[in-house]
Each structure stands twice: as C-alpha cells, then as structure tokens.
C-alpha cells in the first residue's frame, strides 16, 4: 500500500521485515506447539527493493532447534508484475523463544522426526 512505500514508490524494509518475522514465527511455532516471541534478527541482508505491485513470496527453514529457541532462516523474493523472473531481495536468520503463559522461556518439546 501506498503508505508502505517511500516517495519513489519502494517498500519500507521495515514492513518487509515484519512479513519475514511471521514468515519465520510459522515452522518456529510448530516446533514449540505455541507460543513464541521473536529475539533477535541476525544477518539481515536487503540486496534489492521492492516496489509496490510486485509479488513478494517468504521462504523460512529451521536452521537450529535449542533448549528453548529456535532458528529460523528467511527468504524474499519478488515478480514483478510484468515480468516472470523472480529475484532474491531480502534474507535474515531469525531467532524464536518458546514462551509459557507468563511469557517466560519454556523448555521445546522433544523433536519427533515425523513432525514438519
């Protein structure tokens, strides 16, 4: 949307971080079963922007699954609407932390193979 963008018509990096943040929250969440909060985002790279009209697709794979945390990498990509090349434009590792419901960290239940 147009107050998502700069006057030359690119997306705010951050509306498009936000995207990738709950791009990133879904296979986290699944590993948790429930709640996580987002506590760091290392290693954001934004090689191209975006413009308002391209589709924008979010790719997120879990790098890591500690005690109580989890790793998760995410990548933008864009089309343009007049064309059908598809570029690479923003990465990030993100870092989740299952939480309970007094929002303090909880142990990850045990990793079954069988999940994801």
């Not at 296979?27 to 987002?38: E, N, Q």
């Not at 922007?49 to 995410?74: F, H, I, N």
């Not at 570029?87 to 939480?99: D, L, P, S």
Request: net charge neutral; glycine share 6%; hydrophobic share 40%.
């Amino acid at each position: 949307m147009p107050a998502d963008t700069n006057p030359e018509g690119d997306i705010f990096g951050g509306w498009l971080l936000a995207q990738m943040d709950l791009a990133g929250s879904t296979p986290a969440f699944d590993l948790a079963h429930g709640r996580c909060a987002t506590v760091a985002v290392d290693a954001m790279v934004f090689h191209q922007p975006v413009s308002v009209g391209d589709e924008v697709s979010l790719y997120a794979t879990v790098l890591k699954a500690g005690r109580t945390s989890v790793r998760v990498r995410v990548e933008a990509w864009k089309r343009p609407r007049s064309s059908e090349q598809v570029t690479r434009v923003t990465e990030g590792v993100f870092t989740y932390v299952a939480i309970d419901a007094d929002r303090k960290p909880r142990p990850l239940p045990p990793f079954n193979s069988q999940q994801t």
